[in-house]
């Protein structure tokens, strides 16, 4: 005979949560012994504590040493002679004041600030969301119980995003090799353990494809910090993102049962499997596809305008850089495994599928009115090209000599207070060559 109390008496009837506490009556003892481990204090929607905990772990599974002097000078002479190179491609100055070379783990620790601004809006509106969906009877019962389960909620979100972070780690090539200004303003970081890894089957020499890598990021550091309402504008494309989740109350329900059926709460392992594999794998809202299509066009715009400034800058001096640009534009658009679990566990694909749009937008822009028309475009988001320009790069301001909501001369005075002044306290000037 069953245990079950009378569905009337069990106030988590019809939620996510009703075959967990279906065995009767909560015990707010057991409860907090079942998730002790899960209960630490923290502030915020997510237990950053844990998930960096999680991600390390996820990647001290493979041998992580720290970079070797050697390795940590290779970067730094890469990254000034990309420096250098670019100096000649484009008129925003060096974003660039230091260099590092992170093993996974430092990637990690050096990214979490950023990452704690991109993750906790998701995670708040999650958090906030799955618990509205709690019927009256149970946000009734007050305190212990709402609490104890908000902070639940908040650590398994906490583990998914260690997991994913640990599998970036064991990806990513730089600071800024997804598209976003992870690290520190103005440290240009590789990962030579990972750029090892990419070398493997290019049949490029090492040093070539280092020194491409270093073009990149420091491409990507002089568009920071030259842009300076970029950081921003990316950062509010997820913040919208955020906003727009709407919970599916019967989906997440059966998702929950699902899980739970079988699992015996005070098994810590069963328990932790739970978290594994997207719990919170949410459909997304009109709001958030088209917060994530401004993403997506915007890392576009950004991984386009790299790549056309490294085409320049390696087109008489490289001649690996064709397979090498080719290998690096695959890799963005397609999207590593790595990416596709982050994106599983957190919902928020960070792929620029328009890349090769974008980079020939900006390199006809370039041919046909130079360089200070295809970097002044920079000047505001508001003159950043559509998803319908790129659907016809070639054409982008045809016939113009000037971003259309200006005249020539504003368009002149604009551009020099941005080339001039737009640096935004990131960096004082290039690194000592």
Not at 15 to 41: K, R, V, W, Y
Not at 373 to 394: E, F, K, N, Q
Request: glycine share 10%.
């Amino acid at each position: 005979m069953s245990d079950q109390p009378p569905d009337d008496q069990n106030p988590f009837r019809g939620t996510p949560f009703e075959q967990f506490f279906g065995g009767g009556a909560p015990d707010l003892g057991q409860i907090f012994s079942q998730l002790q481990s899960m209960m630490q204090p923290y502030d915020g929607p997510l237990n950053w504590d844990f998930a960096i905990d999680t991600a390390r772990k996820t990647v001290a599974q493979q041998p992580d040493p720290s970079p070797s002097q050697r390795q940590k000078d290779e970067v730094a002479d890469a990254v000034r002679l990309a420096d250098h190179w670019l100096d000649e491609t484009t008129q925003f100055p060096s974003g660039v004041s230091s260099t590092a070379a992170w093993s996974r783990a430092e990637w990690i620790v050096g990214t979490t600030d950023v990452w704690k601004v991109l993750v906790e809006p998701i995670a708040a509106s999650s958090v906030g969301a799955l618990s509205k969906a709690l019927p009256a009877e149970a946000q009734n019962m007050g305190g212990p119980i709402l609490a104890m389960l908000g902070k639940a909620i908040g650590a398994m979100l906490a583990q998914q995003v260690g997991s994913g972070l640990g599998a970036l780690a064991g990806e990513v090539l730089s600071a800024s090799d997804i598209g976003l200004p992870l690290g520190a303003p103005g440290t240009a970081a590789l990962v030579p353990a990972n750029v090892a890894t990419f070398a493997e089957g290019l049949d490029v020499p090492e040093s070539d494809v280092l020194l491409y890598l270093a073009l990149r990021e420091a491409a990507h550091q002089r568009l920071f910090a030259g842009v300076p309402w970029l950081r921003d504008h990316l950062i509010g494309a997820v913040t919208d993102y955020a906003k727009g989740i709407e919970i599916n109350t019967e989906r997440i329900q059966e998702t929950m049962e699902e899980r739970l059926r079988g699992v015996d709460p005070g098994n810590l392992e069963k328990m932790q499997e739970l978290m594994e594999g997207g719990l919170f794998d949410i459909p997304r809202s009109p709001q958030q596809e088209a917060a994530l299509q401004r993403l997506e066009i915007a890392l576009a715009l950004v991984e386009g305008w790299v790549d056309e400034v490294v085409s320049q800058a390696t087109a008489e001096r490289m001649p690996s850089a064709g397979k090498l640009q080719e290998a690096v534009r695959r890799r963005r658009a397609a999207g590593g495994p790595a990416e596709e679990t982050f994106a599983t566990l957190v919902g928020l694909e960070l792929r620029p599928r328009r890349l090769r749009d974008a980079s020939t937008l900006w390199g006809s822009l370039r041919t046909r009115q130079g360089t200070e028309a295809r970097d002044g475009v920079w000047m505001s988001p508001h003159l950043l090209p559509t998803d319908a320009d790129l659907d016809d790069p070639l054409g982008f301001r045809e016939g113009s000599d000037a971003p259309k909501q200006l005249t020539e001369d504003a368009f002149d005075a604009e551009l020099r207070k941005l080339l001039e002044g737009g640096m935004g306290g990131a960096a004082d000037g290039p690194a000592e060559e």
